[in-house]
């Protein structure tokens, strides 16, 4: 007589103890990952403005690095530069080189230094964007959007130093 391989007698699925002590211990790896979550976003917020600071900064030492090597170059017809070469805003953005720094100057200078359409930049408070542009201080300010205005990158215009606040 062929052995049958299937008990139809017995209970499927899993015991109510079973599924409660899966569900504990799913709940307590959550306990852990979810704190660890927010570090992970907020380092990767941090991340995104040192990379596009960096941009901004070597952005700046090309169109400086063009006026000390050619100063007459077609690339610099567009830039409005300081005495000390380093850019502070697009010709058709600024009335001289001595104005002091507007938002439509400083995003002038966002495309230009880092000539891409990403990250996005905004004058207002719209969090679709990824940095809102500012004049704080004589300097051209970059808000990072996703950390709630956290993190951001000053430029300034007449010395060309690039920082940020990651703290």
């Not at 660890?36 to 030492?61: F, N, P, Q, W």
């Not at 063009?66 to 610099?76: A, F, G, R, V, Y």
């Not at 880092?114 to 300010?141: A, K, M, S, W, Y």
């Not at 430029?155 to 703290?167: D, E, M, Q």
Request: one cysteine or more; a negative charge; glycine letters at 4%.
């Amino acid at each position: 007589m062929p052995t049958m391989l299937l008990n139809v007698d017995c209970s499927r699925g899993f015991s109510l103890l079973q599924s409660a002590v899966a569900l504990m211990v799913m709940s307590a790896g959550m306990l852990f990952l979810v704190p660890r979550l927010t570090d992970l976003i907020d380092e990767a917020h941090k991340a995104h403005v040192k990379s596009v600071a960096m941009a901004i900064k070597t952005g700046a030492m090309i169109y400086r690095e063009i006026w000390m090597t050619d100063p007459n170059s077609p690339l610099l017809a567009d830039m409005v530069l300081t005495e000390s070469g380093w850019p502070s805003g697009r010709v058709k953005d600024t009335d001289s080189v001595l104005s002091a720094p507007t938002t439509a100057r400083c995003a002038g200078l966002w495309k230009s230094l880092l000539d891409v359409e990403v990250p996005t930049l905004t004058f207002d408070d719209d969090q679709t964007f990824d940095f809102q542009v500012n004049v704080i201080e004589g300097q051209c300010r970059y808000y990072h959007k996703a950390s709630d205005d956290k993190f951001f990158i000053d430029y300034n215009t007449t010395t060309g130093r690039v920082s940020w606040n990651i703290r």
